[in-house]
């Protein structure tokens, strides 16, 4: 039986990993189909310390699995289907694409997918002028024109911080009234660099020949009349889906799905620890995720000490 399964290869996973492998656990860790995470798919990350020059995502990722392994953490390019905790022996089964292990604590750090319009050159553009994080992107688009789509808190909280750098930022809407909280919906509308374009989606994006974004095509749902807005980036702020699936209600998660730590980095299932985007729907950071996968790995050393005598 595995010490500790690591689910995810993101910063929470990666960090679980170094921390685990360094306290002699030999951590078993499950890469999933986005091999290093969400920041696989970004070019420049200038908010990681340790980097004053920036550092390209996919490098940083690959740094952090170098480091795992230098403390012998193992990796498996397998994607968990299903995980039960055991009654007779307190440990779990982790059933994967290809097989199945056991384990006396696992963590899960399986992210959260962000929520797309489904458009059919979106994928492409994500770093090139759409993204769906405004902390993280906001101040590469500094005096140009951009947008936010979507009408919640996040939305709102989204566009008002890129006004500190955007020339203007368009509030794109289905409906015509923000769902967000009042003061929410106040603040961003109150803002003189804030658009709102009420009761209309994207139907297309336009990008130049070197696939950048340059424009968005727009459809009035009231209407069906189509306009266009010339903008440089596109923040999609419809909500994120955290990747739970296979817990199969095994873990408590709240109302949106992430999974609710109860104890410390904890589930309400004992053994059982969760770390990074997946439980956390406020910060969604790097820096946050790779701090929380930190703390999951120290609390399962404890865990494992305390209940498996290890
Ligand atoms: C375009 C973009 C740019 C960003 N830029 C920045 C930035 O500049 N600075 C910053 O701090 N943050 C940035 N972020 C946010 C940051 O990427 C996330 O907060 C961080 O990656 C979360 O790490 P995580 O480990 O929780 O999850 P993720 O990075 O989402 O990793 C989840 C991992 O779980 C695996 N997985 C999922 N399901 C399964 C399964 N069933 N079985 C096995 N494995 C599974 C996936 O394969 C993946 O390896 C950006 C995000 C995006 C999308």
């Given at each position: 039986m595995?010490?500790?399964?690591?689910?995810?290869?993101?910063?929470?996973?990666?960090?679980?990993?170094?921390?685990?492998?360094?306290?002699?656990?030999?951590?078993?860790?499950?890469?999933?189909?986005?091999?290093?995470?969400?920041?696989?798919?970004?070019?420049?990350?200038?908010?990681?310390?340790?980097?004053?020059?920036?550092?390209?995502?996919?490098?940083?990722?690959?740094?952090?699995?170098?480091?795992?392994?230098?403390?012998?953490?193992?990796?498996?390019?397998?994607?968990?289907?299903?995980?039960?905790?055991d009654v007779d022996d307190g440990g779990?089964?982790?059933?994967?694409?290809?097989?199945?292990?056991?384990?006396?604590?696992?963590?899960?750090?399986?992210?959260?997918?962000?929520?797309?319009?489904?458009?059919?050159?979106?994928?492409?553009?994500?770093?090139?002028?759409?993204?769906?994080?405004?902390?993280?992107?906001?101040?590469?688009?500094?005096?140009?024109?951009?947008?936010?789509?979507?009408?919640?808190?996040?939305?709102?909280?989204?566009?008002?911080?890129?006004?500190?750098?955007?020339?203007?930022?368009?509030?794109?809407?289905?409906?015509?009234?923000?769902?967000?909280?009042?003061?929410?919906?106040?603040?961003?509308?109150?803002?003189?660099?804030?658009?709102?374009?009420?009761?209309?989606?994207?139907?297309?994006?336009?990008?130049?020949?070197?696939?950048?974004?340059?424009?968005?095509?727009?459809?009035?749902?009231?209407?069906?009349?189509?306009?266009?807005?010339?903008?440089?980036?596109?923040?999609?702020?419809?909500?994120?889906?955290?990747?739970?699936?296979?817990?199969?209600?095994?873990?408590?998660?709240?109302?949106?799905?992430?999974?609710?730590?109860?104890?410390?980095?904890?589930?309400?299932?004992?053994?059982?620890?969760?770390?990074?985007?997946?439980?956390?729907?406020?910060?969604?950071?790097?820096?946050?995720?790779?701090?929380?996968?930190?703390?999951?790995?120290?609390?399962?050393?404890?865990?494992?000490?305390?209940?498996?005598?290890?």
């Amino acid at each position: 039986m595995e010490n500790v399964i690591i689910i995810g290869t993101g910063c929470a996973g990666y960090t679980s990993a170094i921390y685990t492998g360094r306290a002699n656990l030999r951590p078993l860790v499950l890469a999933g189909t986005q091999p290093g995470g969400q920041l696989t798919t970004t070019t420049e990350v200038e908010n990681f310390p340790g980097f004053p020059e920036g550092v390209q995502g996919p490098e940083l990722m690959m740094k952090m699995m170098a480091q795992a392994q230098k403390f012998g953490a193992r990796f498996e390019y397998e994607t968990v289907t299903s995980i039960t905790k055991d009654v007779d022996d307190g440990g779990f089964t982790v059933v994967t694409d290809t097989r199945t292990h056991r384990a006396k604590a696992v963590i899960v750090a399986t992210g959260a997918s962000p929520r797309h319009l489904g458009l059919p050159n979106e994928q492409q553009l994500i770093g090139h002028g759409l993204t769906s994080c405004a902390t993280c992107d906001g101040a590469f688009y500094r005096d140009v024109p951009v947008c936010v789509i979507g009408g919640g808190d996040s939305a709102c909280e989204e566009a008002t911080f890129l006004t500190r750098f955007a020339s203007k930022v368009y509030l794109i809407h289905r409906r015509d009234e923000l769902r967000a909280s009042k003061i929410m919906a106040e603040r961003a509308l109150a803002n003189p660099k804030i658009e709102p374009v009420w009761n209309s989606t994207i139907i297309e994006y336009v990008t130049d020949a070197a696939g950048e974004m340059t424009q968005v095509r727009l459809q009035n749902l009231l209407t069906g009349e189509e306009s266009s807005l010339d903008l440089k980036c596109v923040f999609v702020a419809i909500g994120h889906v955290p990747n739970t699936a296979f817990l199969g209600g095994l873990a408590g998660l709240d109302e949106n799905g992430y999974i609710l730590h109860h104890k410390g980095m904890m589930t309400n299932v004992d053994g059982l620890f969760a770390a990074g985007d997946v439980a956390d729907h406020v910060w969604r950071q790097a820096i946050t995720a790779a701090g929380q996968g930190c703390a999951a790995a120290i609390e399962v050393e404890r865990y494992l000490a305390d209940v498996w005598g290890e």
